[in-house]
């Protein structure tokens, strides 16, 4: 387990390294690819540290979150591009201001898709799990910032990619 510690902090340091800074341009495809990967790797192994699982555990959990992230990515980039449209009408950019109500509606409908596949997910991962197990994997989901935090608290978590909305 030492291993997936050491691992995982790598990966949060690359997130770290990779996150592009305030004021800069958005991050590119591939930059937000691995950005999502080291992501997926950091839940990975935060799960597992509360799991108690070992190696060979942690390897089946990393296909289940990769399987279920998979089907949350378009959802996080939808949101991500309608926030956009908000963060442009926020500004004073008065194009986007014929698009606020509906893009509000639909990210309103997109973090209901994005509740049930977390419900879903958790649901499968909890599975078996004794009450004390299943306690622990709540909590860490309910640590995270910004992933599957709103099956825990109602939908709170900052950003579609996990980010504060704020606007400036």
Do not use: C
């Amino acid at each position: 387990m030492k291993t997936w510690v050491l691992l995982g902090m790598l990966a949060m340091m690359g997130v770290a390294q990779a996150a592009p800074k305030k004021g800069d341009d958005p991050p590119s495809a591939a930059q937000r690819a691995q950005m999502d990967q080291r992501a997926q790797m950091a839940i990975t192994l935060q799960l597992a540290d509360a799991m108690e699982l070992d190696d060979a555990a942690t390897l089946k959990l990393k296909q289940t979150v990769a399987q279920w992230d998979a089907q949350r990515a378009p959802l996080r980039q939808q949101m991500f591009d309608l926030a956009q449209v908000l963060r442009r009408a926020a500004k004073g950019d008065t194009t986007a201001y014929g698009q606020v109500d509906q893009s509000i509606q639909k990210i309103i409908a997109l973090r209901a898709q994005m509740h049930q596949i977390d419900q879903s997910m958790f649901q499968q991962l909890s599975q078996g799990l004794l009450p004390q197990k299943k306690a622990k994997l709540a909590l860490a989901i309910a640590r995270m910032p910004g992933t599957m935090r709103g099956m825990m608290h109602g939908g709170r978590g900052g950003g579609p990619r996990g980010e504060p909305d704020d606007v400036q």
